[in-house]
């Protein structure tokens, strides 16, 4: 992967598919101290009440798109955007600028030997150039589907449209660079992850050695 720069920590980018376990993984890292950059956090942050983001989004879309308490109903916009391209592609051109923008102001100020960036759509969104290394958290797809069914709710029908707009399983593998299969026991994640944090811990000291 491309190496981010030298004001940047070492950068590990989390992703898997909706369900496989990447909120887990990441408290794991977390536990050991690592810092999180989640962009999913990110992306709402941007759009509390009273942001400059919101303002156009409102402004764009009309007031039906705001909760009674201020706050971006989530549903209205995306059943606004689902069926309109265009007003898909305004939104992309609003929010993704300043996302990625506040993504690289997180991941710069970071204090952890390395720093986890969390991103569900990290190859989707081509966001694989902001890391160094690739962790993909795996899991088989019918298992995959029936977390999220126990997890969300829903339909089988709405969570495999879901999988199928997201990068398929193999080429999400094809991609990473380092794999945690979530499929096995509890302890077993636990001592993957806690492997992981060693190889990184070593390539971050590696890094910056090679610091001028």
């Known amino acids: 992967m491309n190496q981010t720069t030298t004001t940047t920590p070492l950068v ?9 376990g990447k909120t887990t993984v990441a408290n794991g890292f977390a536990a050991l101290g690592i810092e999180l950059v989640d962009a999913d956090q990110v992306a709402r942050e941007l759009v509390q009440p009273n942001s400059p983001a919101l303002a156009h989004i409102v402004a764009h879309f009309g007031a039906e798109v705001l909760q009674a308490d201020g706050q971006l109903d989530r549903a209205a916009l995306r059943s606004r955007v689902f069926s ?22 997180q991941l710069a100020s970071a204090r952890s030997p390395y720093v986890l960036f969390v991103a569900p759509l990290l190859l989707e969104n081509q966001l694989q150039d902001r890391v160094d290394r690739v962790l993909v958290v795996d899991i088989p797809e019918p298992l995959q ?20 707009a997201q990068i398929s399983r193999t080429e999400r593998l094809a991609a990473a660079d380092d794999v945690i299969d979530n499929s096995a026991a509890p302890e077993q994640l636990s001592a993957r992850i806690a492997q992981l944090h060693r190889d990184y811990l070593q390539l971050a000291n590696q890094r910056a050695f090679k610091k001028p």
Request: avoid cysteine.
């Open 12 to 20: 590990i980018g989390l992703t898997g598919g909706i369900g496989s």
């Open 84 to 105: 309109q391209p265009a007003a898909k592609e305004w939104l992309n051109q609003l929010l993704h600028p300043l996302i990625r923008q506040e993504m690289q102001r």
């Open 145 to 164: 589907l029936q977390r999220t069914l126990q997890r969300d709710g829903g339909s089988e029908q709405q969570i495999a449209a879901i999988m199928a």
